[in-house]
């Protein structure tokens, strides 16, 4: 695991979008797992800017998307198929058939599931995975208690997910309780995770992901299991991180690093 500590939000999520530019440069039809929520905004910005400003190429990417709410429809505002679209996709040049979100309408949720695990597989796996975390330590909708081989499926979401992520519903009771997610083992076949944490509120879950046990408790803690993971954080997500002065000294002495 590779810690990069950046001093502002803007830094943190510039520092991810190289990460994600260098594997698409590298691999034109390179795979992308995508998050949704406030924390990748940055980063998405930053990849659009570099599209219209340095022709980043989106034409041979292929996207799969971590989760979505059970019960809203693509065109709901509070969908993520919505927010997908306007803070990535209707800016940069992804053909459509090439984007996948999992369906929060499908009739069969247990078989849209299992196609939605063979089509990344038929689309040669995930070459980079982007994630947040919650505030419990979910990764996607992996809740407390998910097991850490879980595949894509219908979860239903903490009581905490639903308070955090009642600032965007109208009212609480607005918050579908049911998410269909991949599943923690479903990320740990991703070749490269980067997973990104801003701000005070997410501190204790990324130290305990980070520093932790690795435990179904925080699911993000299961990514200390992947031989490729890198995590970007501001100055307040790392503000409770035992190691801090050694994830700095690891980055100055860097190889390579500018620094060094
Ligand atoms: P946030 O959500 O980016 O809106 O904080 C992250 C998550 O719950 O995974």
Same mark, same amino acid.
């Given at each position: 695991?590779?810690?990069?500590?950046?001093?502002?939000?803007?830094?943190?999520?510039?520092?991810?979008?190289?990460?994600?530019?260098?594997?698409?440069?590298?691999?034109?039809?390179?795979?992308?797992?995508?998050?949704?929520?406030?924390?990748?905004?940055?980063?998405?910005?930053?990849?659009i800017r570099m599209h219209k400003e340095e022709g980043l190429d989106f034409s041979h990417v292929t996207t799969f998307n971590l989760d979505e709410y059970v019960g809203l429809a693509a065109d709901h505002p509070q969908s993520y198929h919505y927010f997908m679209w306007e803070n990535l996709f209707k800016h940069i040049n992804i053909p459509r058939e090439n984007i996948h979100i999992p369906s929060g309408t499908a009739r069969n949720y247990r078989a849209f599931c299992q196609w939605y695990e063979e089509r990344i597989v038929q689309c040669g796996g995930i070459d980079l995975q982007v994630l947040g975390i919650g505030a419990d330590g979910h990764i996607a909708f992996n809740e407390p208690g998910s097991s850490l081989g879980s595949r894509t499926r219908l979860k239903t979401l903490a009581e905490q997910t639903i308070n955090d992520n009642a600032r965007f519903f109208e009212r609480k009771e607005d918050v579908p309780i049911y998410a269909i997610t991949m599943g923690v083992g479903t990320i740990l076949e991703a070749r490269e995770i980067i997973?990104?944490?801003?701000?005070?509120?997410?501190?204790?879950?990324?130290?305990?992901?980070?520093?932790?046990?690795?435990?179904?408790?925080?699911? =993000? @803690?299961? +990514?200390? $299991?992947?031989?490729?993971v890198q995590i970007?954080?501001?100055?307040?997500? =790392? @503000?409770? +991180?035992? $190691?801090?002065?050694?994830?700095?000294?690891?980055?100055?002495?860097?190889?390579? @690093?500018?620094?060094?």
């Amino acid at each position: 695991m590779e810690i990069i500590i950046s001093q502002t939000y803007e830094q943190m999520s510039k520092s991810a979008a190289k990460v994600v530019a260098e594997v698409i440069n590298q691999k034109p039809n390179a795979v992308l797992g995508l998050a949704t929520g406030s924390t990748p905004l940055g980063l998405y910005k930053e990849l659009i800017r570099m599209h219209k400003e340095e022709g980043l190429d989106f034409s041979h990417v292929t996207t799969f998307n971590l989760d979505e709410y059970v019960g809203l429809a693509a065109d709901h505002p509070q969908s993520y198929h919505y927010f997908m679209w306007e803070n990535l996709f209707k800016h940069i040049n992804i053909p459509r058939e090439n984007i996948h979100i999992p369906s929060g309408t499908a009739r069969n949720y247990r078989a849209f599931c299992q196609w939605y695990e063979e089509r990344i597989v038929q689309c040669g796996g995930i070459d980079l995975q982007v994630l947040g975390i919650g505030a419990d330590g979910h990764i996607a909708f992996n809740e407390p208690g998910s097991s850490l081989g879980s595949r894509t499926r219908l979860k239903t979401l903490a009581e905490q997910t639903i308070n955090d992520n009642a600032r965007f519903f109208e009212r609480k009771e607005d918050v579908p309780i049911y998410a269909i997610t991949m599943g923690v083992g479903t990320i740990l076949e991703a070749r490269e995770i980067i997973l990104l944490a801003n701000g005070a509120n997410k501190a204790e879950a990324v130290a305990a992901a980070i520093e932790g046990p690795v435990s179904s408790m925080i699911t =993000a @803690s299961a +990514l200390q $299991m992947h031989p490729h993971v890198q995590i970007f954080l501001d100055e307040e997500a =790392a @503000s409770k +991180l035992k $190691m801090r002065k050694y994830y700095d000294w690891i980055q100055e002495k860097k190889p390579g @690093s500018p620094r060094s």
